[in-house]
Structure formats: C-alpha cells, structure tokens
C-alpha cells in the first residue's frame, strides 16, 4: 500500500489535466508503484501468501487498463509504457 505522499507524487506526474485522480494512466501508474513494492516485500518475506495473492491481482487489474488504454487511446498507452519502464 502506497503512503499518502508517495501516491499523491505519483497522480502528479501522470495526470492528464489539473483535477485528475482516476484517468486509466494515474490508475495504471499507481498499480505499478504498489506492485513495485510488494515485489519488494516479497524478495524478504518468501511465505507472505496473502500478499502473493494481492500482488496477483494488482497485476491483473493493471493489465485491464493496460489493455484498455491500448485500445482507446495508442499513443498515451506508448507514451505512458515509456514513461514507467514497462
């Protein structure tokens, strides 16, 4: 889970327009902060099931709006892979 912080940091540097928080890419951005760092976690804590499991669907859920993105809008999904590294 992101702190407050970090997640407001992240929705600034991916927003599209001044008031956006819920734009597939902050979505899309968000989910690869926090599954960054259960990745993280995971490489200390080897039995965290629970969180294994969380990790699962965090990366289900990005790659729906993965997909999503690509199909309404190329040109921010090829964009926004570039800016996060994916």
Not at 60 to 73: A, F, H, P, Q, V
């Amino acid at each position: 889970m992101l702190n407050p912080d970090k997640k407001k940091k992240v929705i600034d540097k991916f927003k599209t327009h001044a008031t956006d928080t819920g734009s597939p890419q902050v979505q899309i951005a968000i989910l690869t902060e926090e599954i960054r760092e259960l990745t993280e976690h995971l490489k200390t804590h080897k039995k965290d099931f629970s969180s294994r499991r969380g990790l699962i669907k965090k990366v289900g859920e990005r790659r729906r709006l993965m997909k999503y993105l690509k199909r309404e809008d190329q040109k921010a999904y090829d964009d926004l892979m570039a800016r996060l590294k994916i």
